[in-house]
């Protein structure tokens, strides 16, 4: 019920926007996120953004360069990716959860795909 897009190829300083489209049913209920898995790494939290779309909160390695927003009436969730690094690389995953709490601590309800983003140095 999420579906990822937007991933592929970068070169380091570059941007990408990743897109998830959700059809989840309330979807103003839930909480949003994205979290990414490099290879042979845990995964790792990314960005989140709450139901209402006035809070968002960011994983220490990505703060200041990527920016999460949703659009309610679309129901979609974007995650902007700039200033790409290497250590970028990585499946990103959109879930969502009804709370926030769970959300932040990886026990999400629903969960996409992902896509890969490779960021070339």
């Known amino acids: 019920q999420l579906m990822e897009s937007g991933g592929g190829l970068a070169q380091a300083g570059d941007s990408l926007r990743l897109s998830c489209a959700a059809s989840?049913?309330?979807?103003?209920?839930?909480?949003m996120g994205w979290f990414r898995q490099a290879p042979g790494k845990e995964r790792e939290f990314v960005a989140a953004?709450?139901?209402?779309?006035?809070?968002?909160y960011y994983g220490p390695s990505v703060k200041g360069r990527f920016f999460i927003s949703r659009d309610i009436y679309k129901k979609m969730v974007y995650l902007q990716m700039n200033s790409l690094k290497a250590e970028d690389t990585a499946i990103y995953y959109c879930?969502?959860?009804?709370?926030?709490?769970?959300?932040?601590?990886?026990?999400?309800?629903?969960w996409g795909q992902g896509t890969r983003v490779t960021v070339s140095s």
């Open positions: 879930t969502a959860d009804s709370d926030w709490g769970r959300l932040l601590a990886d026990l999400n309800e629903y």
């Open positions: 989840i049913e309330f979807f103003t209920n839930y909480h």
């Open positions: 953004i709450d139901s209402s779309g006035t809070k968002d």
